[in-house]
């Protein structure tokens, strides 16, 4: 069986390297480096390295309600429209049959806790190089399955977690960070050759099934099945709702992600006071009200919880992110009643 054990290195290393500056280099231009936050779970011993990202160039403000739209009316295509979703059902029922055992039945060191802090982690690296939300989503899914799958120490953890990222980027983005990149993320913790290997033991893990359908696969079909979304604060939300509950290891494996997606819609939508239930979204999403009563109530459950967490706790890292002004401060709206039907 593969196993990372051969990548384990002395943690006091980790402790020198997070020390060290550097700059990094796109292109032509030199920017300043910036850091992620560092989580350090004191009681599992838990080190996510703290290293220098450089961010991409933003983009200029579009009409991004109208863009979801727009993609969203093109998926819609009689002709690939129902290929497109029962492709994603069939890989969705495909993999959740593949699911024989949890972290903590292949794990001797690494618990649903410490998976809660790389996934906090990540989505604040994805956040700086401003990786789509598919890539994140991409890359959770693969954490998961090679933890469910081979034995990883808890100094390798994070370098299990940058892989899975890399290759995430690989399949979603146009412009992938470098091997370099995720090198200096972690501050030399590992190196290029560390995870070149590492990305040939995680695909074979995976036995190289890269394409699986995710929350996001689901969410925005949802969303906008009626076209009644025209406030871009309707995607922010449900877009934090999806991130907030990633680090939350045994509610991805009691919901299904397309049935995560159908109640996070049902949320969002209910908060902003537009439908959020009908006789089309039943059918199209193929779950009843009560399928998704109980999932519901955990978000809600979730969420009030975060909410009142204190900042730089773990799993906050999707609440400080959509607090800011480019994604409409949704983390400080409060929700309505989870009885939403």
């Given at each position: 069986?593969?196993?990372?054990?051969?990548?384990?290195?002395?943690?006091?290393?980790?402790?020198?390297?997070?020390?060290?500056?550097?700059?990094?280099?796109?292109?032509?231009?030199?920017?300043?480096?910036?850091?992620?936050?560092?989580?350090?779970?004191?009681?599992?011993?838990?080190?996510?390295?703290?290293?220098?990202?450089?961010?991409?160039?933003?983009?200029?403000?579009?009409?991004?309600?109208?863009?979801?739209?727009?993609?969203?009316?093109?998926?819609?295509?009689?002709?690939?429209?129902?290929?497109?979703?029962?492709?994603?059902?069939?890989?969705?029922?495909?993999?959740?049959?593949?699911?024989?055992?949890?972290?903590?039945?292949?794990?001797?060191?690494?618990?649903?806790?410490?998976?809660?802090?790389?996934?906090?982690?990540?989505?604040?690296?994805?956040?700086?190089?401003?990786?789509?939300?598919?890539?994140?989503?991409?890359?959770?899914?693969?954490?998961?399955r090679v933890l469910e799958a081979v034995p990883v120490t808890r100094?390798?953890?994070?370098?299990?977690?940058?892989?899975?990222?890399?290759?995430?980027?690989?399949?979603?983005?146009?412009?992938?960070?470098?091997?370099?990149?995720?090198?200096?993320?972690?501050?030399?913790?590992?190196?290029?050759?560390?995870?070149?290997?590492?990305?040939?033991?995680?695909?074979?893990?995976?036995?190289?099934?890269?394409?699986?359908?995710?929350?996001?696969?689901?969410?925005?079909?949802?969303?906008?099945?009626?076209?009644?979304?025209?406030?871009?604060?309707?995607?922010?939300?449900?877009?934090?709702?999806?991130?907030?509950?990633l680090p939350f290891y045994f509610f991805h494996r009691k919901y299904?992600?397309?049935?995560?997606?159908?109640?996070?819609?049902?949320?969002?939508?209910?908060?902003?006071?537009?439908?959020?239930?009908?006789?089309?979204?039943?059918?199209?999403?193929?779950?009843?009200?009560?399928?998704?009563?109980?999932?519901?109530?955990?978000?809600?459950?979730?969420?009030?919880?975060?909410?009142?967490?204190?900042?730089?706790?773990?799993?906050?890292?999707?609440?400080?992110?959509?607090?800011?002004?480019?994604?409409?401060?949704?983390?400080?709206?409060?929700?309505?009643?989870?009885?939403?039907?």
């Amino acid at each position: 069986m593969n196993t990372f054990q051969i990548f384990d290195f002395e943690g006091e290393a980790s402790l020198k390297n997070s020390n060290r500056k550097r700059s990094r280099k796109i292109g032509s231009g030199s920017l300043p480096p910036r850091k992620c936050t560092r989580f350090h779970a004191e009681n599992e011993g838990v080190l996510l390295n703290p290293g220098k990202i450089v961010p991409k160039m933003k983009q200029n403000a579009v009409d991004l309600v109208s863009v979801c739209i727009d993609n969203f009316n093109r998926s819609l295509d009689p002709n690939y429209s129902q290929d497109i979703h029962d492709t994603h059902r069939e890989n969705e029922e495909s993999l959740w049959k593949e699911i024989k055992c949890t972290i903590e039945d292949v794990q001797p060191e690494v618990d649903h806790k410490m998976r809660a802090i790389l996934v906090d982690w990540l989505i604040e690296v994805a956040q700086e190089y401003s990786l789509k939300s598919e890539t994140l989503f991409l890359t959770v899914n693969y954490v998961d399955r090679v933890l469910e799958a081979v034995p990883v120490t808890r100094s390798t953890l994070q370098l299990v977690g940058c892989t899975c990222m890399l290759l995430a980027a690989k399949y979603e983005e146009v412009q992938v960070p470098l091997v370099d990149d995720f090198v200096s993320i972690t501050d030399n913790a590992y190196s290029r050759e560390e995870i070149l290997q590492t990305e040939l033991i995680v695909l074979n893990t995976l036995n190289f099934k890269l394409t699986v359908s995710t929350i996001k696969n689901f969410l925005m079909r949802f969303l906008l099945l009626h076209n009644d979304v025209k406030d871009m604060m309707v995607v922010h939300l449900a877009d934090y709702l999806a991130e907030m509950v990633l680090p939350f290891y045994f509610f991805h494996r009691k919901y299904r992600p397309s049935q995560i997606a159908a109640a996070i819609a049902c949320i969002a939508k209910h908060t902003f006071n537009l439908p959020s239930w009908s006789s089309t979204f039943e059918a199209y999403s193929q779950y009843t009200k009560n399928d998704l009563s109980q999932c519901i109530h955990e978000i809600f459950h979730i969420h009030g919880v975060l909410s009142v967490a204190a900042e730089g706790e773990p799993m906050t890292a999707a609440r400080q992110k959509y607090r800011q002004e480019n994604f409409g401060c949704v983390a400080n709206i409060p929700l309505l009643s989870p009885n939403i039907f």
